[in-house]
């Protein structure tokens, strides 16, 4: 629920009354396979978020090439540097990892995912005005299947997000389909090549919503979002979550080697050695590039997209 506090002559501030989904906002993300609350965070929280981002990339001043922090856009150079992905941001300011415990993320998390809920990673995808490089079309449970599919991602738009700033895009209905082939010429790309598999895309729906808006996208959702065209910044911070008794599958790009850092990772809830089986459609992500450590590299080994990216 959202709730309108008028503040008089100046403007109205837009701020979540509570922190729970409601049953219709359940039902949608149970049927469309998303959930959108719009102006979860305050204008002055979103700033903050903005301010610690911009300070990040300054960082990337200088660099030749990327690294464990950065995801570099094609057209960055030392003198004019350019950052298309903070690569796991809780790990580089306190700000990014305290907000996965606020109530307004991870109540909702509760209701869509249980009572025990994991941290898996996160990013923050930086789509900067005029060039930001576009994400084709592709489910997350290409990337990392689990033994069963309660995983979900949060996005918090650090932006107003509009039409023309590459909105992420949605695929309702499409987490209860396939799991669509994400290979090219027998190689992982992390993408999915829309026309041989027949997709029909015209009723996606695109994330288009102020800064501070949030988002909760199932695992195999099909989803993508096209170049930054528009001379809008667009940054999305993305937590990926899982029920605590959701286990990756081995082969896949989440590796379960350490019981104890896997068990840190639980937000609440009590740590389990049962994982919950269901039967669902799994293929696995091998073999892979292996010099492609993001999915921007990934998916420029193939030949299929049907996005274009920006001139610089």
């Known amino acids: 629920m959202i709730k309108i506090v008028n503040l008089g002559s100046q403007a109205k501030v837009y701020v979540m009354a509570s922190p729970f ?7 949608q993300y149970n049927d469309a396979g998303f959930v959108l609350l719009p102006s979860v965070l305050t204008s002055d929280e979103v700033a903050e978020f903005r301010r610690v981002t911009d300070e990040i990339c300054a960082g990337a001043a200088g660099l030749t090439e990327g690294d464990d922090i950065y995801d570099l856009e094609d057209s960055h150079t030392p003198d004019d540097p350019k950052v298309r992905r903070i690569k796991n941001p809780v790990l580089h300011h306190k700000i990014f990892k305290d907000l996965m415990y606020d109530p307004r993320l991870l109540e909702p998390l509760k209701q869509l995912l249980g009572s025990s809920v994991r941290f898996k990673t996160s990013k923050l995808n930086m789509k900067s005005k005029g060039y930001g490089a576009p994400v084709e079309w592709h489910q997350d449970w290409a990337f990392y299947p689990h033994t ?5 991602a949060i996005g918090v738009l650090l932006n107003d997000v509009g039409p023309d700033n590459g909105p992420l895009n949605f695929l309702p209905g499409s987490h209860k389909g396939p799991t669509f082939n994400h290979h090219h010429e027998g190689v992982f790309c992390g993408a999915v090549d829309i026309e041989k598999e027949g997709i029909d895309l015209s009723t996606a729906v695109p994330c288009i919503a102020p800064a501070g808006s949030v988002s909760f996208h199932h695992v195999r959702m099909l989803h993508g979002s096209d170049s930054n065209r528009s001379n809008m910044d667009r940054a999305l911070l993305l937590y990926e979550m899982a029920a605590g008794d959701a286990f990756p599958i081995a082969g896949g790009m989440t590796e379960l080697t350490d019981l104890d850092d896997f068990n840190s990772k639980l937000l609440c809830g009590e740590p389990t050695l049962e994982p919950r089986l269901t039967n669902l459609p799994v293929r696995i992500p091998l073999p ?16 299929r997209g049907i996005y274009k990216t920006a001139k610089t």
Do not use: F, M, P
């Open 288 to 303: 892979r590039h292996t010099d492609a450590t993001s999915i921007y590299q990934s998916q420029g080994k193939a030949d």
């Open 21 to 27: 989904l409601s049953d219709k906002q359940i039902e």
């Open 148 to 152: 069963n599919d309660d995983v979900t």
